[in-house]
């Protein structure tokens, strides 16, 4: 009888000591990968306080697609940082079109990091910048209100970044660093009902962006659609293959403009068919025709091509120049793949698309105007 009860009382020691061991063991990178493959939002258990149905239904009713994830000390740290966390999730979740927000603590100061995929920033969208204003806009105390009221106010500058298409923010200052710091507080909007307010504004706006947008994409999608079916080349190989290109654009813009319901995918479905109608204007050239007006492309990020020739991006060499070339029907504007600056040009292979997980960062992230993945 004694043995047995030595025995529970060693039980309920283990079983104390391991109640009052400390929190759960933090989970890995992938299974906040994971959570937030499965919805946009993830709130890890022991993580700072956040009304999780109230930034649900921010994240939601945004235009452009954002990933937030509150998350604990030791999730991030065992992700390389708060960094490395926002690196990870952009990666697993394949959509360089969003946006990822991570909240955490470093001790017992609530710590905030943001970034854009390289879609998103081609359409001025850049958390970054989004998040730097939303901290440098704050003071007094952390809570659970304002850890909800710093995301709806973030949703709502990245919202109004895509509107405008220039990465601004909310005062129209520029924010700087790589999209980290730590918050101070209650947010200079007012808290939580005033960043929905500011949210709904901008969404009422937004709504109307994006109808003109659908509205110009469509109209240069029927006219590439009116050259690809009427001209024909005859032998001229030169006039075959730019009807070739403006074909493959033409198709392409139908997919994009057919899924496209944010600014950075309605630019990326005009880039598209603008890339379509400069091939058509080639051949229309080689046939005798009118080319008809010139569609100016996005304006270049970089350096650019100036004469024909091959560009090392990684391991591989492609061919590009600095207009378009039969054959030569993807437009770069020109950007950081691969570590390494590749001039903006027309290329054979739009390779930078293959290259979205390939973590082209930069500040604190690694290289990426500001911070953000690929």
Request: proline residues 4%; negative net charge; glycine residues 18%.
């Given at each position: 009888m004694t043995r047995r009860r030595g025995s529970i009382v060693l039980a309920l020691a283990v079983l104390a000591l391991l109640l009052l061991?400390?929190?759960?063991?933090?989970?890995?990178?992938?299974?906040?990968?994971?959570?937030?493959?499965?919805?946009?939002?993830?709130?890890?258990?022991?993580?700072?306080?956040?009304?999780?149905?109230?930034?649900?239904?921010?994240?939601?009713?945004?235009?452009?697609?954002?990933?937030?994830?509150?998350?604990?000390?030791?999730?991030?740290?065992?992700?390389?940082?708060?960094?490395?966390?926002?690196?990870?999730?952009?990666?697993?979740?394949?959509?360089s079109a969003s946006s990822v927000l991570v909240i955490t603590e470093r001790g017992s100061t609530p710590v905030l990091r943001a970034a854009s995929g390289l879609a998103a920033r081609n359409a001025g969208v850049d958390g970054a910048l989004?998040?730097?204003?939303?901290?440098?806009?704050?003071?007094?105390?952390?809570?659970?209100?304002?850890?909800?009221?710093?995301?709806?106010?973030?949703?709502?500058?990245?919202?109004?970044?895509?509107?405008?298409?220039?990465?601004s923010t909310l005062d129209g200052s520029g924010g700087v660093g790589a999209g980290t710091g730590i918050f101070l507080g209650l947010l200079a909007v007012g808290g939580t009902a005033a960043g929905v307010?500011?949210?709904?504004?901008?969404?009422?706006?937004?709504?109307k962006s994006l109808e003109a947008a659908r509205a110009d994409v469509e109209s240069l999608?029927?006219?590439?659609?009116?050259?690809?079916?009427?001209?024909a080349a005859g032998d001229d190989d030169v006039a075959r293959q730019a009807l070739a290109d403006a074909g493959e654009r033409y198709t392409m813009t139908g997919a994009l403009l057919a899924r496209a319901d944010t600014p950075g995918e309605f630019a990326a479905a005009r880039r598209t068919a603008v890339e379509g109608l400069t091939a058509a204007r080639v051949a229309r050239e080689r046939l005798g025709l009118d080319p008809g007006p010139e569609i100016a492309l996005p304006p270049g990020q970089g350096p650019q091509l100036q004469a024909p020739g091959r560009v090392q991006v990684g391991?591989?060499?492609?061919?590009?120049?600095?207009?378009?070339?039969?054959?030569?029907?993807?437009?770069?504007?020109?950007?950081?793949?691969?570590?390494?600056?590749v001039p903006g040009g027309w290329y054979a292979v739009p390779f930078w698309e293959t290259l979205l997980?390939?973590?082209?960062?930069?500040?604190?992230?690694?290289?990426?105007?500001?911070?953000?993945?690929?």
């Open positions: 061991s400390g929190p759960a063991q933090a989970v890995s990178s992938d299974e906040v990968v994971q959570q937030l493959q499965n919805g946009p939002v993830y709130v890890e258990p022991g993580a700072p306080e956040i009304d999780e149905a109230q930034v649900r239904e921010a994240v939601a009713t945004a235009r452009v697609p954002v990933y937030v994830a509150v998350v604990t000390e030791g999730t991030t740290e065992r992700a390389g940082g708060p960094a490395g966390l926002v690196e990870l999730i952009g990666r697993g979740t394949r959509n989004a998040i730097n204003q939303v901290v440098r806009g704050s003071s007094g105390t952390f809570d659970r209100a304002t850890a909800t009221a710093a995301v709806v106010q973030f949703v709502g500058i990245l919202d109004q970044q895509a509107s405008t298409g220039r990465g307010a500011v949210l709904r504004r901008n969404n009422q706006r937004q709504a999608h029927g006219r590439l659609g009116a050259d690809v079916s009427m001209l391991d591989e060499e492609y061919e590009g120049s600095p207009t378009y070339a039969p054959g030569r029907g993807h437009y770069y504007g020109g950007g950081i793949l691969g570590g390494r600056v997980l390939g973590s082209i960062l930069s500040g604190g992230l690694g290289g990426f105007g500001g911070g953000g993945y690929e």
